[in-house]
């Protein structure tokens, strides 16, 4: 998914991204998205969570010795 931000200019802040409700600022994924993984990382192993929801976790989590 891609759009175009809409910016607000703040009294305070001044010209600034207006917040989304259905996406967190710096986030690459949607909260939904974001909300439904976390969920399921916790039900599940990442084996599991990464053939679902198809996600690549690279060496991101795994323990080392």
Do not use: I, N
Not at 22 to 44: H, I, Y
Not at 45 to 60: I, N, P
């Amino acid at each position: 998914m891609v759009a175009v931000m809409p910016r607000v200019d703040c009294p305070e802040c001044g010209v600034v991204v207006a917040q989304v409700p259905w996406a967190r600022p710096g986030s690459r994924f949607t909260r939904d998205f974001e909300t439904e993984c976390a969920w399921l990382m916790t039900v599940a192993d990442q084996k599991t969570v990464s053939g679902f929801l198809h996600v690549a976790w690279g060496d991101r989590g795994r323990h080392r010795p």
